[in-house]
Structure formats: C-alpha cells, structure tokens
C-alpha cells in the first residue's frame, strides 16, 4: 500500500471516528480489506498524530476524547 492510499484510511478511519460510525475493528477491518491488527496500528498512528481515541465498552464504539 503506497503513502497516499495509507494517508486516506487513516483519515477516513478518523472520520468514522468522530462521526461515531466505528463500532469494531472487525467491521474496519471487513471494510478496508485488511487484519484487524492493521487496524490496530493505524489506531496507534492516529494517536501519535495527536488524536485522543478511547472505545466506550458500554457504547461499544470508537471515539474521540475532547
């Protein structure tokens, strides 16, 4: 996968984030066609950008934390 392909799913990763549309990494996972483990690292990636992401177990969902 080149940079810029990466730099979309992050930042599409990030919308449905902040959309609150994120429910799992199986679901993101499904939807970019990769490991779930990919999609751990791209989570890591977006909070070394400076984006403060929690998952809400009793939401059951991804969020960013204001």
């Given at each position: 996968m080149d940079?810029?392909t990466y ?11 902040e959309k ?47």
């Open positions: 940079y810029l730099s979309e799913r992050l930042n599409y990763l990030l919308e449905m984030i609150g549309q994120l429910l799992s990494l199986k679901q993101a996972s499904e939807k970019f066609g990769c490991s779930e483990s990919t999609i751990k690292r791209m989570l890591q990636t977006i909070r070394k950008q400076g984006h403060h992401i929690k998952y809400c177990k009793i939401a059951q969902k991804y969020f960013v934390e204001i």
